[in-house]
């Protein structure tokens, strides 16, 4: 019976993987990646040998037709990204409605995503929140950040390392220096680091310390 299942992977530590999400990377039909390097790396940590096509933001558009294709011939298609789950600000949307447009069954798998043990340890309020993801580059970036500075609940961005001091400076203008605030970064790896303060005290912080990696920050509601 076809399927397409959405597959968490690690963010880090590739211990965090659950043993359903193995079995079910062994017995797929078709294995699809964001990035089919990164990929390779955990499928041989995992002792699966199988081939894996690329399907990432700029191919998913083009190749949803033949992966469609493979369902209704009966295949059961499983969709991993680079790391966490797919269409958390990753690839998926995409196939996941024209699968469901399709009636095709669906089952996405729980398992590893960065904003959750973000917010978690960040010490601040977790019985509401909004995730953000990326803010806009450009276009709709200020009206993103005026609409944030009245935000009650805890707000939860991703940030790469060459814009996060930037983007912690538009938050203090935004949302004032003061706002209590954490950012995470390397999640579930060896220099794992959550920094928790005002936003000035953050900025302050990776002023003078390693830009690296994947970062979370969350911040204090309105």
Do not use: W
């Amino acid at each position: 019976m076809s399927k397409l299942f959405l597959v968490p992977t690690p963010i880090g530590n590739l211990e965090d993987i659950t043993l359903r999400a193995i079995r079910i990377l062994r017995e797929a039909d078709v294995l699809l990646a964001e990035d089919t390097r990164t990929s390779a790396h955990l499928l041989k940590h995992l002792g699966i040998d199988k081939k894996v096509f690329s399907h990432h933001q700029h191919n998913e558009h083009k190749a949803t037709a033949e992966i469609i294709r493979f369902l209704k011939e009966g295949k059961t298609v499983a969709l991993i990204s680079d790391a966490g789950t797919p269409a958390i600000s990753d690839p998926g949307f995409y196939l996941l409605r024209e699968a469901v447009l399709n009636n095709i069954d669906i089952e996405c798998l729980p398992g590893a995503t960065a904003f959750v043990p973000a917010l978690v340890n960040s010490s601040l309020p977790t019985d509401r929140f909004v995730f953000e993801g990326f803010l806009p580059v450009k276009k709709g970036r200020q009206t993103r950040l005026k609409e944030l500075a009245g935000e009650e609940r805890t707000i939860i961005l991703y940030e790469s390392p060459h814009r996060l001091l930037k983007t912690l400076d538009e938050l203090m203008a935004f949302l004032g220096e003061e706002r209590q605030a954490s950012v995470s970064r390397e999640l579930t790896k060896l220099f794992e680091e959550t920094v928790r303060g005002t936003l000035a005290e953050i900025k302050n912080h990776f002023l003078n310390n390693t830009l690296k990696g994947e970062f979370v920050i969350c911040v204090k509601g309105k």
